[in-house]
């Protein structure tokens, strides 16, 4: 389904809270499936993605018990008793839900339910595209009988009795780094993962939560030991940061904007996005509230502000990862130059994040230019016109955001992927003031 997203006559205002983590949200089914006993996840984020992984660890044994709340869903998980499933787990489009389960299974093989199964791992046509070698060969290093097709999905998972061992990454991935501590759950002795850069850290904390023992020995250095029990527990998800970004985003560009974020996740390794604001002269004032589940969870008050464009620094990156469609977004319409460097994961996520981006604000007129581990936008004006998601969450939201404030509409085609990690995206948006209008 094609969206249409105009330009608004008056600010953008109120209250919001974004839907629950995603990053979370997946953790908390695989974590809970694996726990003895009765967790309680709350709100849980009703996402194509999230929702996948938790269907997967039903097929895997896990009772859910769903109920649908306002946040999402309040899932009551039965964990602890798990057998291969009947059928291949589909992924549909998300990498972190079958790079953390080929973790979580490759270690199960002395589990009798699991001895001489073969567990095949799919996903939709964009996922079957994606790099797999990253965490097959890892979990090949530790043991784990793994094959992935031509380095994509499917992948082939056999279960083994895994040997815990040291594992230096090349790209700081946590979606890497937590299928290598989900396998050494599992694996004896010690195992260690070293990441070039720090990334997300909700692996190390909700590990913890589970009354598992986690050495987080630096920033980019933490070790499990294996043979370790997780424990059920009371769980709560917090608000999805990379979502709320399209609506700080918005809140900054749409002139006279006042918008109060409510129970947003601000873990210190997913908050680039407020480190890039900043950098870029926005205005917003920020407090934590809460510790919940390990993650801190606060209040993000935010006005409009004229942007300038600013260099992103490489380290900056991993903290940002998912926040630059809307990165470059707002540079698009920032005064001066915003350099992006150090950024050619972008290459592999749902689509070419940096192909992507550059390909379709060229056609709304914006000076940008492509590199091979980055771009450069220079900021200025945005026409309105017709633009192409390639299937991607984010960038359909992203020039969601942009139709607000271009010169006329622009119309984003098959925009119905927002559903990946953020259904509700459209009416959260039109509650605050926007005009986005589904075409049949
Ligand atoms: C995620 C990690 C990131 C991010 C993805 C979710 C996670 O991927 O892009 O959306 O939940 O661990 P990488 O760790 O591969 O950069």
Same mark, same amino acid.
């Given at each position: ?112 339910? #699991? ?283 992203? #020039? ?24 509700? #995206? ?15």
């Amino acid at each position: 389904m094609d969206l249409k997203s105009s330009p608004v006559a008056s600010p953008l205002a109120g209250h919001y809270r974004p839907p629950g983590d995603k990053s979370v949200s997946h953790r908390l089914a695989l974590l809970s499936a694996l726990a003895k006993g009765t967790s309680h996840v709350r709100g849980f984020l009703d996402s194509a993605d999230t929702i996948a992984t938790a269907v997967a660890t039903e097929a895997l044994g896990a009772r859910i018990e769903w109920t649908r709340t306002p946040q999402g869903f309040d899932l009551v998980i039965e964990g602890g008793d798990l057998h291969a499933p009947q059928a291949p787990l589909d992924f549909g489009n998300s990498g972190t839900g079958i790079r953390l389960m080929a973790g979580l299974l490759a270690g199960l093989g002395s589990h009798p339910k #699991f001895t001489n199964q073969c567990i095949q791992l799919t996903g939709d046509a964009s996922l079957s595209r994606r790099p797999m070698m990253r965490i097959v060969e890892p979990l090949q290093a530790l043991g784990g009988d793994i094959d992935a097709s031509h380095g994509c999905a499917p992948l082939f998972v056999r279960p083994r009795q895994l040997s815990g061992q040291t594992q230096t990454l090349k790209v700081a991935s946590a979606q890497v780094k937590s299928a290598i501590l989900l396998a050494a759950l599992n694996a004896s002795g010690e195992t260690r993962v070293i990441e070039p850069a720090p990334s997300r850290d909700h692996t190390e904390r909700l590990l913890q939560a589970y009354g598992v023992e986690v050495d987080r020995i630096s920033e980019t250095e933490v070790s499990v030991f294996g043979g370790q029990t997780l424990e059920s527990g009371v769980f709560e998800v917090p608000g999805d940061i990379s979502s709320a970004a399209f609506v700080m985003a918005a809140g900054l560009l749409v002139p006279g904007s006042d918008i109060v974020l409510e129970h947003v996740g601000l873990n210190p390794t997913r908050d680039g996005i407020l480190r890039v604001i900043d950098a870029m002269g926005g205005a917003f004032d920020v407090r934590v509230d809460a510790r919940s589940t390990g993650e801190p969870i606060g209040t993000i008050a935010i006005k409009s502000a004229s942007l300038k464009g600013h260099g992103i620094p490489p380290e900056w990156v991993p903290l940002a990862i998912d926040e630059f469609p809307i990165i470059m977004g707002m540079a698009a319409l920032a005064e001066g130059e915003t350099s992006i460097v150090g950024a050619e994961e972008l290459r592999v996520k749902e689509s070419d994040r940096l192909a992507l981006m550059c390909s379709e604000l060229l056609k709304l007129g914006v000076d940008v230019e492509e590199t091979s581990d980055g771009a450069l936008v220079r900021g200025g004006r945005v026409k309105g016109g017709v633009v192409e998601c390639g299937g991607d969450h984010r960038i359909a939201m992203t #020039f969601a955001v942009l139709g607000l404030v271009a010169q006329s509409p622009i119309t984003i085609r098959d925009a119905h992927w927002m559903q990946t990690s953020y259904p509700g #995206f459209v009416d959260d948006l039109n509650r605050l003031g926007a005009q986005l209008e589904w075409l049949a």
